[in-house]
């Protein structure tokens, strides 16, 4: 037996004990053969060594020109692989920020985070469908669609917990939250990734994603809502989504908890050419857009939460003044009452030339 560091592993070698993480937790036990996935599996979990049978161990004479072109793809795959796990771990730094006493409230339990749960869903899945594989692709075509793909996954994770959803469900959410937007992958690259406003033709072609989608999961073995959360997150409840401008009754209900967080996470992120929007604004675009395109009852719970966690914080308002929150107005979310530093509360519900322009 020989301890090999992770980034000399090879296709083909045997574990001699179990590939264990820092806290302990065994990603391979012992006596397995290593495959390409797998050695992108230990590097995804950091482990850093993993001890090899000896007489599984290629010699140096008998390195060939293939296994030199398997070592350079290797290589390819091991800088995938920790790129990967830097930008699942960046991108939770992302969301957190935006949803961050959310979070925290939420997720208090360090040894089974969101992130470390969603990590344990995709080693759960290894054996039907290789969800890290689709993530690679999504992250090699676009990174920012790569990103919101985790960002929406989180959100939809916590808003089946947060709507009592069952265990299984909650892990379909994620699912369907994880890969809604994989059909960008068929969109022409400088039309996805293009700053500023598409023109109307653009535009349209944008629209082909959903369909796209579905198209790519059709086939796969895994929950058709999953495929339809593909087909139908853009449809909304008044039927002035795309593709198919569907009614509320015939959109999955998977679909419109990803519409929620989709649109939220689009609202909130950081983008190249524009900063996100304090989660305020994005709850009054909310409020003005309507609820009835989504699931009345389920966006204005969310929305709620997402107001609560905000509760007590101090916030920058548009004047320049600051203050902090202590009243929520059912009515009006996105318009708490402000206590003032000067002693005064200011109801920003009849204020409406006013608004929270950033938490602080
Ligand atoms: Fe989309
Ligand atoms: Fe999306």
Redesign the pocket.
């Known amino acids: 037996m020989q301890n090999i560091v992770t980034t000399e592993l090879r296709p083909g070698m045997m574990t001699a004990a179990p590939a264990c993480t820092n806290a302990g937790q065994v990603i391979i036990p012992k006596y397995v053969t290593l495959t390409r996935q797998l050695i992108s599996h230990l590097q995804f979990y950091g482990i850093t060594e993993v001890s090899i049978l000896e007489d599984t161990i290629p010699t140096s004479e008998g390195v060939s020109s293939s296994d030199i072109i398997n070592y350079d793809s290797q290589l390819k795959i091991d800088i995938e692989s920790k790129h990967l796990k830097h930008s699942f771990i960046e991108s939770l730094v992302n969301l957190t920020r935006h949803l961050n006493d959310v979070i925290i409230k939420n997720d208090n339990n360090e040894d089974d985070s969101l992130l470390s749960q969603t990590l344990r869903l995709l080693d759960s899945m290894q054996e039907t469908v290789d969800v890290y594989d689709i993530l690679h692709q999504i992250r090699k075509y676009d990174e920012s669609t790569y990103a919101h793909s985790i960002n929406v996954a989180i959100i939809c994770r916590l808003m089946g917990q947060w709507f009592g959803k069952s265990k299984e469900d909650v892990d379909t959410l994620t699912l369907c939250g994880l890969l ?2 994989v059909g ?1 992958i068929k969109i022409p690259r400088h039309i996805l990734t293009k700053p500023g406003r598409l023109t109307n033709e653009e535009y349209e072609v944008i629209k082909r ?2 369909l796209e989608g579905y198209n790519m999961l059709k086939e796969l073995p895994i929950d058709a809502r999953i495929k339809r959360c593909a087909l139908m ?2 449809e909304r409840s008044d039927s002035t989504g795309y593709p198919l401008g569907l009614m509320k009754d015939d959109i999955d209900e998977f679909a419109i908890i990803v519409s929620i967080a ?1 649109v939220y996470d689009a609202m909130t992120s950081n983008r190249c050419y524009r900063i996100g929007l304090c989660p305020f604004e994005v709850v009054a675009n909310f409020e003005r857009e309507g609820f009835h395109k989504y699931n009345t009852r389920q966006v204005r719970s969310f929305l709620n939460r997402v107001v609560d966690s905000y509760m007590n914080n101090y916030v920058l308002l548009s004047n320049g003044n600051q203050g902090q929150i202590v009243w929520k107005n059912q009515e009006h979310l996105a318009r708490p009452t402000i206590y003032l530093p000067t002693r005064n509360f200011l109801d920003l519900s009849v204020h409406p030339e006013l608004y929270i322009q950033s938490i602080i």
């Open positions: 809604h937007d960008k994603h959903p997150h853009h989709d």
